[in-house]
């Protein structure tokens, strides 16, 4: 498992844009995702990237709004996320091999997320 580090959070009004970063050693050798977790709510599956890039998915509430992508060269991943809205605080975590953590209710391997609050 890749511990991953998300990072570029930071306060963005409604409406504005964002790109976070995640970095982990060995990031290219594995599938990677976006969750979020809001402030009194449980973790959310936000994005996902196959391994080498060509396939994503995406929740269905951020479809159209936000793009994932990676740059393996560099062991980095992004989410880009456009129209931001109050409803996307939270905060963002970057983990490898998605499908696996959504099915593992305790999972805690999450490592560090990055705080957004979106502002009205």
């Known amino acids: 498992q890749v511990q991953a580090v998300a990072t570029g959070g930071r306060l963005v009004q409604a409406g504005g844009s964002l790109r976070l970063s995640c970095a982990a050693s060995?990031?290219?050798?594995?599938?990677m995702g976006w969750f979020r977790r809001a402030p009194g709510k449980d973790r959310e599956y936000v994005a996902a990237?196959?391994?080498?890039?060509?396939?994503?998915n995406y929740a269905a509430f951020v479809k159209g709004r936000f793009t994932i992508s990676r740059d393996n060269s560099n062991d980095m991943m992004y989410l880009q996320m456009n129209n931001l809205e109050p409803e996307d605080t939270a905060v963002y975590y970057c983990?490898?091999?998605?499908?696996?953590?959504?099915?593992?209710?305790?999972?805690?391997?999450w490592g560090q997320g990055t705080k957004v609050p979106v502002s009205s």
């Open positions: 990237i196959s391994k080498r890039g060509d396939s994503t």
């Open positions: 060995g990031l290219r050798t594995s599938a």
């Open positions: 983990v490898a091999n998605p499908a696996t953590v959504a099915l593992q209710p305790h999972f805690a391997s």
